[in-house]
């Protein structure tokens, strides 16, 4: 990374620093300004520029023209280095200058690319219909452990599983789904509440900003989404003109995966995970994995207990077990053995 990236860095931090001791850095949230003077407001756009320079030189510079076409704002009251919004057609990418000016270089990068994943992933349609089954904080942490796992480094505090395993107790693993972490990390909350247990997810006060992960994205909560039609078409959109640009092959998976899942209809179905039946969206976390065929079943034979699963060959189905209610609170297991015949036992 060029040196010159943390000499502006630093240079701009410490000119934000003297400003907030009489503007921000306050104890009444009242007293304090509500944004930056013109001068450092043009100070910081300009170092973004060059990380935005930076970004399209990368060679996975998917992220360098994506972030080309965002809107680039200022937020004073985020809580975190950065967050996201979708306004009108355009999503708005805004910087909390002070957390954000805090990281190396390489981190500020993995911030935006961070922010972008949360639109490829869709996490601003699918946590609104999540809303009702999990916790603010249950649904941020799942989320940005799910971005994270495609980022090094992370973002300053960024959430890893690594990082919940260790505070809720859990055995959450890499690529899983956005339904399935927020179910486990709802459950690792809930016994933390009961056990009256703390972590470093609960932030105290500070004069000075903090990142917050129950509320590092609660600019979620004021996109124009009132038609999800409306926001997969421009994320397409983006999609495409950011194409041209290059990408590690795991990432690039997941994103050709889910632009071949997106459609007219956006591939919405009902199904009920966890607690509560949701409506979720067809889409994944992780790469597509290739899916075995299973050979059909042969003509005119029947099994002699109706299988949930497609015969298979004579030779696949040596030892074979199939458990079928029995209506009893037991269950039958029918083996198919050639050499011993057929048998049945009640378990």
Not at 187 to 208: A, C, E, L, M, P
Not at 307 to 321: F, N, T, V
Request: some cysteine.
């Amino acid at each position: 990374m060029d040196t010159t990236l943390a000499d502006q860095a630093f240079s701009l931090r410490r000119r934000l620093e003297i400003w907030a001791n009489d503007y921000y850095f306050l104890p009444d949230t009242k007293d304090r300004a509500t944004e930056l003077p013109p001068s450092l407001k043009d100070a910081f756009f300009s170092f973004i520029s060059h990380l935005s320079l930076t970004l399209m030189e990368d060679e996975d510079n998917f992220f360098g023209y994506f972030f080309f076409q965002m809107g680039k704002e200022l937020d004073l009251a985020l809580r975190a280095p950065t967050g996201v919004t979708f306004r009108g057609t355009k999503y708005i990418l805004f910087f909390q200058p002070f957390l954000f000016l805090e990281q190396t270089p390489e981190q500020m990068l993995s911030s935006i690319r961070h922010e972008i994943l949360h639109i490829v992933f869709r996490h601003l349609l699918r946590a609104r219909d999540l809303r009702g089954s999990y916790s603010k904080l249950a649904l941020n942490l799942a989320m940005d452990a799910i971005v994270n796992t495609y980022l090094d480094p992370v973002p300053a505090d960024g959430v890893t599983i690594e990082r919940i395993n260790g505070q809720y107790q859990l055995y959450l693993t890499p690529y899983d789904t956005l339904e399935n972490y927020a179910e486990q990390i709802q459950r690792g909350i809930d016994w933390k509440k009961k056990s009256n247990t703390t972590t470093t997810d609960q932030v105290t006060d500070s004069d000075k900003p903090q990142f917050d992960p129950a509320h590092a994205h609660d600019l979620w909560e004021r996109a124009d989404a009132a038609d999800p039609q409306t926001m997969v078409k421009f994320t397409e959109k983006y999609l495409d003109d950011a194409d041209k640009g290059g990408l590690p092959s795991h990432l690039s998976s997941a994103i050709r995966h889910k632009k071949r899942k997106s459609g007219p209809a956006l591939g919405l179905v009902s199904a009920p995970y966890g607690r509560h039946a949701v409506m979720r969206y067809q889409t994944h976390d992780s790469p597509p994995q290739p899916t075995p065929a299973v050979p059909s079943r042969p003509a005119g034979r029947t099994p002699s207990l109706q299988s949930p699963h497609p015969r298979r060959p004579r030779r696949e189905r040596q030892h074979q077990r199939w458990r079928i209610p029995s209506g009893h609170g037991r269950s039958i297991a029918y083996r198919s053995d050639p050499a011993r015949g057929n048998h049945c036992h009640r378990m």
